[in-house]
């Protein structure tokens, strides 16, 4: 009789291990893979960064699953509002005006906007772009910041890669972007090593953090990402995965 109790009680556990894993949530995410070491495609075709391994860890601490789709930043937004997925992981800066229309995580990453320029160029302030042409990626801080300073013209570009290519031909006198695209492109990328540098931080009045954005009211899959980051950064996953990812700004 107890032999027949404790398999009747192992088989309901493992009907209810089962049902939870049927019914873990997916959470689909949105991103522009064009900004290392963010988020970009790798040599096999596969999403790869320090957000998509973030995101990987953060599912399994807090018990959802993950996919990412590959979408061009233009429409980004317009895709979450419309359903298309479920939340971004694009490197997205959390704004005042972004949060009219979107709710977001806590914050995931703090970053600053960066300078690039050819590395014989004088230039080390904001003055000294006067009369320059800025280009940056079309609807990102960097470009905000770009239209912002005075006597500048800020030339957009739908991804940032086209930008540094622009740069490193002559035909642009800067770009402006976030500081571990910046490193990654001026310091890191063999073609460009020696040839661009990070001019200068350009100075900021608020502090600017990464955020993953969901549509508004969505308070169960923000919730979710929610749990899923804080797990990460108290058990140092999310230090490891940054030191692995993310080169140091010089």
Request: glycine letters at 8%; a neutral charge; charged letters at 30%.
């Amino acid at each position: 009789m107890l032999k027949k109790l404790m398999t009747a009680v192992l088989i309901v556990a493992l009907a209810a291990g089962l049902a939870l894993a049927q019914t873990k949530k997916k959470i689909i995410f949105a991103s522009d893979a064009t900004w290392p070491p963010m988020e970009f495609i790798d040599t096999n075709k596969k999403i790869v960064g320090f957000a998509p391994e973030l995101l990987e860890a953060m599912g399994k601490e807090g018990g959802f699953e993950v996919e990412i789709k590959n979408t061009a930043w233009d429409g980004i937004f317009a895709g979450l509002e419309n359903k298309k997925y479920d939340a971004i992981s694009s490197s997205v800066s959390i704004t005042d005006e972004r949060k009219k229309a979107m709710d977001f995580s806590e914050p995931y990453f703090e970053v600053h906007q960066a300078i690039v320029i050819q590395s014989d160029k004088p230039i080390k302030s904001v003055a000294d772009l006067k009369g320059k042409t800025v280009g940056a990626q079309i609807g990102t801080t960097g470009y905000f910041v770009a239209k912002k300073m005075e006597g500048v013209e800020a030339k957009s570009y739908d991804e940032i890669g086209l930008a540094m290519e622009d740069l490193f031909s002559g035909r642009i006198d800067a770009v402006s972007c976030d500081d571990p695209v910046a490193a990654q492109y001026a310091l890191q990328k063999d073609e460009y090593k020696g040839k661009m540098k990070i001019a200068f931080i350009v100075p900021a009045e608020e502090k600017e953090f990464y955020g993953f954005p969901v549509k508004k009211g969505d308070k169960e899959t923000l919730a979710l990402i929610n749990k899923g980051l804080k797990a990460v950064k108290e058990k140092g996953i999310y230090a490891k995965i940054k030191d692995k990812w993310i080169p140091p700004v010089k």
